[in-house]
């Protein structure tokens, strides 16, 4: 037996009917919660080896400029590394944010479940600790954050985008220095003209998705009903 909202208040339902929808919710509660982790695992095994590469292609920077005296290949050994840094990174960005994006789409399936679970047994309500409201506002509130811009810094796909932005900057950087033979203030220039660019760019990529959230999952239950 369970409860069911109807009309103006609750009513019990009595039989299978009640019984399947109670079932088919906390099926549907699980295998959302084992996607959930699935899309937190991709994004951190991505980052943790993007990351890692970093780290070891700066490693290796350093041992084959010893290697070489700074002379030879080395200059395009740099080149060719720092660019396929880059473009690791940008798909390392895009996929993280759309593992990202799915994260949010799932937890606001994940609250409509909670949500059901509070009209089916009203005496819960004050039992459940996570949020039963299928919008952002609901999930900072879950999360114990605030709708405040330095919030936005927080999400391993901006970090990621941080990182390639850098290496962007730093190999225009290096190549006006070693091919163009350019002023350390042009070379200064260039590189935070190329980060702010590439910070930019991620920004409006970021952004598109973010906004398709809004338009195909519209909040059926949001914080400002309650």
Known sequence: MCTSRGGGGYQVLNGPTGTHDLTILTTEHL????????????MQGRSTMFLTIVSASLIAIGFFGTATHFGGGFVVFVLALLTSLWVLGFFTFVRILQAAVEDVIISFGIARIRHRYTEIAPNLRDSLVRSIHDDFRGINAEMGSEQSWWQRLMPTYVVISFVTSVVSGAVVTFALSEIFRVTPLVQAAAAIATFTINVIGFRIIAG???SSVDRGFPARYPSDSA
């Open 208 to 210: 598109r998705l973010w």
């Open 31 to 42: 295998t959302l919660q084992t996607a959930r982790q699935l899309c937190l695992q991709d």
